[in-house]
């Protein structure tokens, strides 16, 4: 007679959310999990940054434009910008997408003190990069390069000035993430906050070197 083998039946939570069943292997309970939450929250920020592109597409496509139909660029007249020490900014800001690239590692392997730790030298970063661009901005307000300077002073607060907001976002970004990570107690949802914050701020990298080649060097 042959046997008969039973198997245990899934759960009534497994049957109506079978997304949230484990998928094998070591690590934490709960840190495997593919949650309608985690998936939601990473296309909710994929979403918004897709009109950010189309923000700053736009900024610099008027940037380009205005560019094009002037005789000399800058105008006479105006400050000559600080190329020397934007490009050390630069690689300030560089530097904090690499230390955030390895908060996120981290926090994927569910090693959230060392996520932590990366998450406050990325906003140190941050925080110096807005320093320095404030600094640079009172130089050159000083030497007369104001939004009423004409075209070249408006385009050029409006283009590099709605990037310092978005920075100063991912700053504010940032401290709410290492606020909800205190304890260093990993979860999907402390997963999710870096996962999240690192893909604005890997926005905010991105777009700098654009704006770096086309404002000061180009």
Do not use: K
Not at 138 to 147: D, E, K, N, T
């Amino acid at each position: 007679m042959a046997s008969r083998h039973t198997h245990p039946r899934p759960s009534p939570e497994a049957m109506r959310f079978p997304r949230l069943a484990y998928s094998g292997g070591g690590g934490p309970p709960g840190l495997q999990r593919a949650t309608p939450e985690r998936s939601n929250a990473v296309l909710g920020m994929l979403v918004f940054l897709g009109s950010e592109v189309m923000l700053f597409a736009a900024l610099i496509s008027a940037y380009l434009v205005l560019r094009a139909g002037a005789e000399s660029w800058p105008p006479p007249g105006q400050p000559r910008l600080p190329i020397a020490l934007t490009g050390v900014n630069t690689a300030v800001l560089l530097l904090s997408g690499v230390t955030m690239w390895w908060a996120r590692g981290a926090a994927r392997l569910a090693d959230m003190a060392t996520s932590v730790r990366w998450l406050v030298v990325t906003l140190v970063l941050g925080v110096t990069f807005l320093s320095i661009q404030g600094g640079e901005w009172a130089q050159l307000v000083r030497f007369g390069l104001r939004l009423s300077s004409g075209v070249y002073g408006g385009i050029f607060y409006a283009l590099i000035g709605m990037h310092a907001a978005h920075v100063l976002v991912a700053v504010l970004v940032l401290v709410a993430v290492l606020w909800r990570a205190r304890g260093a107690m990993c979860s999907v949802a402390r997963q999710t906050d870096v996962e999240v914050g690192h893909l604005y701020w890997l926005f905010v990298v991105s777009v700098w070197p654009l704006l770096y080649l086309l404002v000061y060097l180009l």
